[in-house]
Structure formats: C-alpha cells, structure tokens
Nanobody, 124 residues
Framework: VQLQASGGGLVQAGGSLRLSCAASGGTFSAYIMGWFRQAPGQEREFVATISWTGRSIDYADSVKGRFTISRDNGKNMVYLQMIVLKPEDTAVYYC??????????????????WGQGTLVTVSS
C-alpha cells in the first residue's frame, strides 16, 4: 500500500487546515488508518485513528475537540480536519495504515505502511 499525504502548510494560531492522504495499491478498507505527527527533536506521536468502516475513532487528548479524522473508502482517502490550531501542533504529519486489530492502535510500531509526511507550521 502506498500512501501520499498532502495539505500541510503555514497557518496562524487559531486557523485551520485539512490534511488528506491518498492510498493506492491495496484494499483500503482492510486497514485501520491513523495520523501521527513528529515535531523536531521529538518522537513520533499518535494523533488520531479510524477503524476500517469509520465506526470507531480514537484521538489523542491533545487534539480531541479540535481535530476530526474521517475516511472515504470509495475514494481510498483519509482526512484530518484541524481547527483552532496551536503553535504546539507544529510538526510533520504522517498517515499510516495498519491491518489491525483495533487494540494497540495508538502504537506507531503497529502500522504497516507510512506516507511521506506533510509539514504543518502554526505561527503564534
């Protein structure tokens, strides 16, 4: 499975961005999809994940209420809508695919495929 993330950019604090991730080369609906981020000098951290059909969703506490993950299995796409962005949201954002199970979904080592990352910079 190949993943291509896009939609990053420079935004002021309080602004919004929508990240997209296009999947190809596999059965998209067979994968849990996740978003992770990595700030300079820090480890990659969990942001959000969505189950195969979108029925189950999980968010990191730091983004809950501000970020929304969604997927469109007909288009092989997963999205991350981000609002009320903060400077601490600045990072490279990665989409990832995991064949499951749902348990352990927050662990980056669980994910089988990764996109190349898209940079989000939030200025204060």
């Amino acid at each position: 499975v190949q993943l291509q993330a896009s939609g990053g950019g420079l935004v002021q604090a309080g602004g919004s961005l929508r990240l997209s991730c296009a999947a190809s080369g596999g059965t998209f609906s067979a994968y849990i999809m996740g978003w992770f981020r990595q700030a300079p000098g820090q480890e990659r951290e969990f942001v959000a994940t969505i189950s195969w059909t979108g029925r189950s969703i999980d968010y990191a506490d730091s983004v809950k209420g501000r970020f929304t993950i969604s997927r469109d299995n007909g288009k092989n796409m997963v999205y991350l809508q981000m609002i009320v962005l903060k400077p601490e949201d600045t990072a490279v954002y990665y989409c990832a695919a995991d064949s499951g199970p749902w348990t352990g979904r927050r662990e980056p080592n669980r994910y089988d495929y990764w996109g190349q990352g898209t940079l989000v910079t939030v200025s204060s």
